[in-house]
């Protein structure tokens, strides 16, 4: 069956500094893959979406994500994280066969905290 | 252009009664989807609709009710709420390969 793991619960990083949040799926064939951000009391936002070609993809907030098929990894980056960053991650594989094709699967999400 | 909405954002009921939570999208995106949230459990899909007249099961549908009589609302029914039912309820519509587009939630509190 389709799975999606986000190794990390809670990530904090200083703001400026690099990120990079762990998502790794399990699914036979090439995969649809999707990060989400959510600010506190909000609704999912899409960053980014992976269906085929060019491994690295840009998002909006200058976020971009590697698919690396050898690790079954879709990890997500941003050079330097500001303080608007904090928010909650979810990471989404799209399910491609059978009855419900098209829906999602999500990570159990990865919550970043950014210190001043 | 306002996408999609959930109404009401926060509802406190007491256990045994009928709820229903609604939501609303201007797309005229055919698939419509409802999960709720908890802590420790991400998001789970409770239904999905693919048009009008047509839904499906998800991972937790047990206790709830959907209907799908135009394609722009998709409402939800808890058809006698328990302790375990709150969770923040989100909605979402499906563009077109798999990107979903979510509302902004309804936190649901059973008493």
């Known amino acids: 069956a389709q799975s999606v793991t986000q190794p990390d619960i809670h990530i904090t990083v200083s703001e400026g500094a690099s990120l990079e949040l762990r998502c790794n799926y399990s699914?036979?064939?090439?995969?649809?893959l999707f990060w989400y951000v959510q600010s506190p009391g909000q609704g999912l936002q899409l960053l980014l979406k992976y269906f085929s070609g060019d491994t690295l993809v840009q998002g909006i907030k200058g976020f971009e994500a590697e698919f690396k098929r050898s690790q079954s990894s879709f990890n997500l980056r941003k050079p330097s994280v500001h303080w608007s960053d904090a928010a909650e991650y979810f990471c989404a594989v799209g399910v491609i066969y059978g009855g419900s094709q098209g829906n999602l699967i999500f990570g159990k999400g990865t919550k970043l905290s950014v210190k001043p | 252009d306002a996408g999609i909405t959930q109404s009401p954002r926060y509802k406190i009921t007491e256990t045994g009664r009928q709820v229903t939570l609604m939501c609303h999208q201007t797309w005229s995106h055919s698939y419509m989807f409802w999960y709720r949230q908890d802590l420790g459990h991400g998001l789970r899909l409770i239904y999905y609709?693919?048009?009008?007249?047509?839904?499906d099961k998800g991972e937790v549908s047990d206790g709830y009710v959907v209907s799908r009589s135009k394609t722009e609302n998709f409402p939800l029914t808890l058809e006698s709420a328990t302790r375990s039912q709150t969770s923040v309820y989100f909605c979402a519509s499906r563009k077109d390969r798999h990107e979903q587009y979510f509302g902004p939630g309804t936190r649901l509190t059973v008493t």
């Open positions: 699914y036979g064939a090439t995969p649809y």
């Open positions: 609709s693919a048009a009008a007249d047509i839904t």
